[in-house]
């Protein structure tokens, strides 16, 4: 009985890993860069700049949507989970599906920190029920800050989609132009390293006992079977 269901957990879990590698493979000129605690992250070459895009793929069991929704709309919990972040702030609530927010990310010595404000739309497919957050940065919503180096362009967004196997699909994709030199070992680290870890860290605020009884009318979640 233990041999039977030590091979249905390979079974699943190279179906999962398959899933994953599908899921960034649909789209041309994705390439595999990291692999690594269930996070599937991937690269591609940015059109019309030198940036490159980065995609991650992970699967979250066990948390509603609403809980991750809740994560994000609390704006003090940021830099628990937002890897390098020192500081968020909320400049604007329109409604829990808009809003427009500051953040700063740390840049070790040569480098200035970074700054960014952006403008955040959730919505969500009626279809498949998978609730989209999409991400632009506004640069010119407020002036420039002392000692911080403002981003220029990011574009993000962060899709959570409900399986039937129980499974909560997170695909987060960014780019993100850092605004002024960093040297190669900086630039390799925001690319790759530094959304690789945002995801991670995700994962586990997510799970906490204060956004898991969290409801919003506008999500909809799936049906326990």
Not at 28 to 48: E, M, N, S, T, V
Not at 87 to 97: D, I
Not at 198 to 211: A, G, I, P, S
Request: aromatic share 10%; hydrophobic share 40%.
């Amino acid at each position: 009985m233990k041999r039977i269901l030590k091979v249905i957990t390979a079974l699943i879990l190279i179906a999962v890993s398959q899933q994953a590698d599908n899921a960034a493979a649909a789209d041309d000129g994705w390439k595999l860069k990291k692999r690594q605690d269930g996070i599937y992250a991937f690269l591609r070459d940015y059109p019309g700049s030198g940036l490159k895009e980065f995609r991650g793929v992970m699967y979250v069991k066990g948390v509603r949507l609403s809980s991750m929704v809740a994560t994000f709309d609390d704006t003090a919990s940021y830099p628990r989970w937002m890897h390098n972040c020192t500081e968020s702030k909320l400049l604007k609530y329109m409604n829990v599906q808009e809003r427009i927010t500051y953040t700063v990310t740390h840049a070790p010595w040569p480098a200035s920190d970074r700054d960014v404000i952006v403008y955040s739309l959730m919505t969500q497919n009626p279809d498949d029920l998978s609730v989209t957050i999409a991400i632009t940065g506004k640069p010119d919503y407020i002036p420039p800050q002392k000692g911080r180096l403002r981003i220029p362009m990011m574009k993000a967004s962060w899709t959570f989609r409900p399986l039937k196997t129980g499974d909560v699909m997170v695909v987060y994709q960014t780019v993100t132009d850092p605004g002024g030199p960093l040297p190669l070992s900086l630039l390799n680290l925001s690319v790759v390293d530094l959304p690789f870890l945002t995801m991670q860290k995700f994962r586990n605020v997510v799970r906490e006992d204060r956004y898991a009884a969290a409801m919003y009318p506008v999500i909809s979640e799936p049906m326990v079977n």
